[in-house]
């Protein structure tokens, strides 16, 4: 439910302002790449942030918590316990952490993935995910904050940038970034490729017909 919609969004939105900000489709200069990624990174982020927020809070063990086991549970604990714009939480660092992460991602993909898509995807994925996951940390820890109604309570983003610091220190900021990696490299070579090859078919397959 979260990543078909937000997958949806950013390809066609990254094409979308790329045709706006892009003069010269054979020499893109990297900023309008940059631009273009991000802008759609930002577009996509504010839509589907509510999927985010549930996703988080049912992904935490079962024996942790009883009240986020389902998407109603979830939902309904989080509006009647911390209200509507509860959903939203973290959403401030996300909007600059999460579209910046796309931005970097399309524009070095579009810039090396002539010469080899598969290592193209690989480093644009690596270099997103290590610039900018310090921001997804900060926004994890919001999601968290105040679940069950607990007082265990975080006073936004510079809030949790104290909490982490203090209790976890520097390394705090890149905890699970191991596993992530392991995630993202794939994950990030596989959706470019995949959207490229289906691009060029459905591309082909239009100007047959015509």
């Known amino acids: ?54 996703r ?62 598969l290592i193209a995807g690989t480093i644009a994925g690596t270099i997103a995910q290590s610039t900018m996951y310090p921001g997804d940390t900060i926004k994890r820890q919001l999601q968290l904050s105040g679940i069950d109604n607990t007082g265990k309570k975080i006073g936004g983003v510079f809030g949790a940038i104290q909490y982490i610091y ?6 705090g900021f890149y905890q699970g970034f191991a596993i992530n990696l392991l995630k993202v490299i794939p994950e990030a070579t596989i959706q470019f490729i995949v959207y490229d090859l289906a691009k060029s078919h459905l591309t082909n397959l239009f100007d047959s017909s015509l």
């Open 1 to 54: 439910m979260r990543v078909v919609p937000a997958y949806t969004l950013k390809f066609p939105l990254n094409e979308f302002f790329k045709n706006r900000f892009i003069e010269d489709k054979n020499n893109p200069k990297f900023q309008n790449l940059l631009l273009s990624g991000t802008l759609a990174g930002l577009t996509q982020t504010c839509t589907t942030y509510p999927l985010d927020m549930l």
């Open 56 to 117: 988080t809070r049912m992904s935490l063990d079962k024996t942790m918590t009883k009240n986020y086991t389902n998407i109603y549970k979830c939902l309904s604990n989080i509006l009647k316990d911390e209200g509507f714009f509860a959903l939203y939480k973290g959403l401030k660092i996300n909007a600059i952490s999460y579209p910046l992460y796309v931005g970097i991602q399309f524009s070095i993909y579009e810039k090396l993935k002539d010469q080899n898509p």
């Open 166 to 171: 203090t209790t976890r220190g520097l390394v």
